[in-house]
Antibody, heavy 118, light 111 residues
Framework: EVQLLESGGGLVQPGGSLRLSCAASGFTFSSYAMSWVRQAPGKALEWVST????????YYADSVKGRFTISRDNSENTLYLQMNSLRGEDTAVYYC???????????WGQGTLVTVSS | QSALTQSPSASGSPGQSVTISCTGTSSDVGAYELVSWYQQHPGKAPKLMIYEVNRRPSGVPDRFSGSKSGNTASLTVSGLHTEDEADYFC???????????FGGGTKLTVL
């Protein structure tokens, strides 16, 4: 059974940092691109970032470019999102997602809430 | 990266069909056969319903179908069930420099 388990969310002040983790199991993690997608309360889904199977290629939404860094550890079956210079508009539930093909996410985690507020 | 355009709401009665549209540009929806559709019930993670415009993942009922014409993709739900009431989001690949984009979402009400 495929499982994606996010952790690391919480309350952080504007300008602060957080690191999200996503522990994957039930599939060959190193064979799939992985992504982060977020959803502000009551709002639409927003693609945040995608990383290739090897980690050699990364892609970011303009809204997070230069502030967020996606990475993966294929030996530990874990996906990461380092978030720096956080802003109020970054407040959202962050989902990690497994891609079946580009921008088609067949498995999602349960999400972790990030709240940026003073 | 502008969001894809979806109507905020749609509705139908049980047994009826409803079509939800998703309009992008010639750089995303119109350029690639990489449109996906997701169903999301309140408080739950999204579920992939359609990928590559018209392919259904295993376990998704064939009442759900997808299509595309030009810069507009569509999701059709036939024979509506009450459990189809949910938010539906489209997404598309937009190339290396504009990788991914979602639609604003459509709330489907089954009357």
């Amino acid at each position: 059974e495929v499982q994606l388990l996010e952790s690391g969310g919480g309350l952080v002040q504007p300008g602060g940092s957080l690191r999200l983790s996503c522990a994957a199991s039930g599939f060959t993690f190193s064979s799939y691109a992985m992504s982060w997608v977020r959803q502000a309360p009551g709002k639409a889904l927003e693609w945040v970032s995608t990383i290739s199977v090897s980690g050699g290629s990364t892609y970011y939404a303009d809204s997070v470019k230069g502030r967020f860094t996606i990475s993966r550890d294929n030996s530990e079956n874990t996906l990461y999102l380092q978030m720096n210079s956080l802003r109020g508009e970054d407040t959202a539930v962050y989902y990690c997602a497994k891609a079946i093909v580009v921008m088609a996410f067949d498995y999602w985690g349960q999400g972790t809430l990030v709240t940026v507020s003073s | 990266q502008s969001a894809l355009t979806q109507s905020p709401s749609a509705s139908g009665s049980p047994g009826q069909s409803v079509t939800i549209s998703c309009t992008g540009t010639s750089s995303d929806v119109g350029a690639y056969e990489l449109v996906s559709w997701y169903q999301q019930h309140p408080g739950k993670a999204p579920k992939l319903m359609i990928y590559e415009v018209n392919r259904r993942p295993s376990g998704v009922p064939d009442r759900f179908s997808g299509s595309k014409s030009g810069n507009t993709a569509s999701l059709t739900v036939s024979g509506l069930h009450t459990e189809d009431e949910a938010d539906y989001f489209c997404s598309s690949y937009g190339g290396i420099n504009n990788f991914g984009v979602f639609g604003g979402g459509t709330k489907l009400t089954v009357l």
